[in-house]
């Protein structure tokens, strides 16, 4: 299964957890150590002394999002509009008798050439 952009959480999440980060730096400036952070917040102790460092070497900024995770898509955006309409096609549309493309029900997909 492939990420919608690259990670494994989208941006809305991101946003989320990145709440969550937040709302534990604040407990951290409060002065709630970091298993007692874990359990009002529902996350793991491990994250919560994470953060902790992070917060103590860097302040509520260590804890922004740094966006997604992984190397950036080589996917040029024209091929990405290609593919997506290919995709809607449908497998007909390719050569495909069955959407189940099994040994006994497909016949060999016709060549179709992406943008270069």
């Not at 299964?1 to 534990?24: H, I, N, S």
């Not at 302040?59 to 996917?75: D, H, I, N, T, Y």
Request: net charge positive.
């Amino acid at each position: 299964m492939r990420y919608p952009d690259g990670g494994g959480l989208t941006g809305k999440q991101r946003a989320q957890r990145e709440r969550v980060r937040f709302e534990a730096a604040e407990m951290f400036a409060q002065g709630v150590a970091p298993p007692q952070v874990a359990r009002r917040l529902r996350v793991s102790r491990k994250s919560s002394y994470a953060w902790h460092a992070e917060w103590r070497a860097g302040g509520s900024e260590a804890l922004r999002s740094k966006g997604p995770s992984g190397r950036p898509s080589r996917m040029k955006q024209d091929w990405r509009a290609w593919l997506d309409a290919e995709l809607e096609r449908g497998p007909a549309a390719h050569g495909w008798v069955d959407r189940s493309p099994t040994a006994t029900t497909a016949t060999s997909p016709s060549a179709t050439t992406r943008p270069t």
